[in-house]
């Protein structure tokens, strides 16, 4: 029942770039910053991105974020076996719970 | 460092209650506000709610109501999920975790989380 929309799954060979998007609305990214967060198997997730475009420290700059609108995209290049993980957006909504969270996606490494 | 570590599994029977625990260390809990997130078996994350640490008042996301309650012991940096009248349907992993005060919505820090299975 999540608001935010991402496509089940993605894949490429290594070295290769993969995009996520992420689908809301204008009561969540249309209005609110958007956060990404990687959960590897079996672990809790881990914050990827801030406001839209930002990484913390310690995050490569293979990954990146933006957002247009009512959208945001998140995107991994240099693709590596290590990166095989869901993918989460996340963000603030004004009709909703505190906090709302994509559907999810899988990247597999081919 | 920051660390916010949870209780262990727990396996409970339907209509049983359950209390799972999140000590915060390496800041002080009421400085940053908490979100309890749920994720059941082979699914996505769902937001249960969020707590304001500094006033204890709890905001509970849609379906989490009434059954999910949320507490906080200051005295030893430790929020707590409380979920009475348990139903299988509430096997999931639960996470807390830490809303950043630098970064707008973002949520920087989370604990391992707490399985709990509810079965007969």
């Known amino acids: 029942q999540s608001v935010l929309t991402q496509p089940p799954s993605v894949s490429a060979a290594p070295g290769q770039k993969v995009t996520i998007s992420c689908s809301g609305s204008s009561s969540n990214i249309g209005n609110y910053y958007v956060s990404w967060y990687q959960q590897l198997p079996g672990t809790a997730p881990k914050l990827l991105i801030y406001e839209d475009n930002k990484r913390p420290s310690g995050i490569p700059d293979r990954f990146s974020g933006s957002k247009s609108g009512t959208s945001a995209t998140l995107g991994i290049t240099g693709l590596q076996t290590g990166d095989e993980a869901d993918y989460y957006c996340g963000t603030w909504d004004s009709n909703l719970s505190p906090s709302v969270f994509g559907t999810g996606t899988k990247v597999t490494v081919l | 460092q920051v660390l916010l570590v949870q209780s262990g599994s727990e396996l409970k029977k339907p209509g049983a209650s359950v209390k799972v625990s999140c000590k915060a260390s390496g800041y002080t809990l009421t400085n940053n506000a908490l979100i309890w997130v749920r994720q059941a078996p082979e699914q996505g994350l769902e937001c249960v709610g969020r707590i304001d640490t500094n006033t204890g008042d709890p905001t509970y996301a849609q379906g989490f109501t009434g059954r999910f309650v949320f507490s906080l012991d200051t005295s030893v940096n430790t929020a707590y999920l409380q979920i009475t009248s348990l139903k299988a349907e509430d096997t999931a992993v639960y996470y807390c975790?830490?809303?950043?005060?630098?970064?707008?919505?973002?949520?920087?820090?989370w604990g391992q989380g707490t399985l709990v299975t509810v079965s007969s």
């Open positions: 975790a830490r809303f950043s005060n630098s970064w707008y919505y973002a949520i920087d820090y």
